[in-house]
């Protein structure tokens, strides 16, 4: 079956970096998608970056923009985030989701991980 697995959450001082890791199996990884999507506590689910296939084709949340990094290595069938310059509002549940069609809305992943938690501290 399907599974992606989140990892290298923590608690980082604001301007701090993270790279978050996801791996995935069961599926065929250059085929999909993946997205990033992070829900903070009490807030809904939001989007914050995407990568196509082939790795070639990205975007990203405005909040985000010009500080995260998402890469696609299909090779490894892993997908990474690198975050840079945290702030206290980047605090949330990360979790990373496969799907066929690159888009940012969340209705088009079918398959998601558990989810890793980055605490931003200020």
């Known amino acids: 079956q399907v599974q992606l697995v989140e990892s290298g959450g923590g608690l980082v001082q604001a301007g701090g970096s993270l790279r978050l890791s996801c791996a995935a199996s069961g599926l065929a990884f250059s085929n999909y998608a993946v997205g990033w999507f992070r829900q903070a506590s009490g807030k809904e689910r939001e989007f914050v970056a995407a990568?196509?296939?082939?790795?070639?084709?990205?975007v990203y949340a405005d909040s985000v923009k010009g500080r995260f990094t998402i890469s696609k290595d299909n090779a490894k069938n892993t997908v990474y985030l690198q975050m840079n310059s945290l702030k206290p509002e980047d605090t949330a549940v990360y979790y990373c989701?496969?799907?066929?069609?690159?888009?940012?809305?969340?209705?088009?992943?079918?398959?998601w991980g558990q989810g890793t938690q980055v605490t931003v501290s200020s």
């Open positions: 990568v196509n296939g082939s790795g070639g084709n990205t």
């Open positions: 989701a496969a799907a066929p069609r690159f888009d940012e809305s969340s209705t088009w992943y079918p398959y």
